[in-house]
């Protein structure tokens, strides 16, 4: 076929003929290829830091409903002050708001995040354990949180967790 002839904006070679190798863009490789691939976990994380500095830098203070209609505190209340102490970088201010959040929501939560990366990038089938695995550490997470619930209540517990 003759260069004259070929489709208008059709790639012509420098030989003229219409076979040629066109360089259509780059090809990510690499980290920043894989960085492309995390939509959903870049999206989880930069959801998760703007919360946790709008409600633990006190830009948003939220009243918890639980402890509004039953007076006693939920598993999660002392999150939002729990992360501002971290912010602020007191670990033990952090403990003391509340501990089961920070050792065991903040760990989780991480650990969820790389899961998620590593099936983002077809490194893993499952964010979570499947099967018998799975069920027994969704039981021991629900039987955690009940239990991070009640022993923060009891009478006296200021003074244990303090
Ligand atoms: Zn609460």
Same mark, same amino acid.
């Given at each position: 076929?003759?260069?004259?002839?070929?489709?208008?904006?059709?790639?012509?070679?420098?030989?003229?003929?219409?076979?040629?190798?066109?360089?259509?863009?780059?090809?990510?490789?690499?980290?920043?290829?894989?960085?492309?691939?995390?939509?959903?976990?870049? +999206?989880?994380?930069?959801?998760?830091?703007?919360?946790?500095?709008?409600?633990?830098?006190?830009?948003? +203070?939220?009243?918890?409903?639980?402890?509004?209609?039953?007076?006693?505190?939920?598993?999660?209340?002392?999150?939002?002050?729990?992360?501002?102490?971290?912010?602020?970088?007191?670990?033990?201010?952090?403990?003391?708001?509340?501990?089961?959040?920070?050792?065991?929501?903040?760990?989780?939560?991480?650990?969820?995040?790389?899961?998620?990366?590593?099936?983002?990038?077809?490194?893993?089938?499952?964010?979570?354990?499947?099967?018998?695995?799975?069920?027994?550490?969704?039981?021991?997470?629900?039987?955690?949180?009940?239990?991070?619930?009640?022993?923060?209540?009891?009478?006296?517990?200021?003074?244990?967790?303090?």
């Amino acid at each position: 076929m003759l260069p004259g002839r070929l489709p208008r904006g059709w790639p012509v070679g420098r030989d003229g003929s219409g076979l040629t190798r066109v360089r259509i863009g780059r090809v990510p490789t690499g980290w920043t290829s894989s960085l492309r691939k995390l939509r959903w976990t870049s +999206s989880a994380v930069l959801a998760a830091g703007a919360t946790g500095l709008v409600l633990g830098g006190g830009i948003v +203070s939220l009243a918890c409903p639980f402890r509004t209609v039953f007076g006693i505190d939920c598993p999660g209340c002392g999150g939002s002050r729990m992360i501002g102490a971290l912010l602020r970088g007191d670990f033990a201010a952090a403990l003391d708001f509340n501990a089961f959040g920070l050792l065991v929501v903040l760990p989780l939560a991480a650990v969820l995040l790389i899961a998620g990366a590593r099936v983002e990038l077809g490194r893993a089938a499952r964010m979570w354990p499947s099967g018998r695995t799975g069920l027994l550490a969704a039981v021991a997470l629900g039987v955690a949180i009940v239990a991070w619930a009640v022993v923060r209540n009891l009478p006296g517990a200021e003074v244990l967790l303090a």
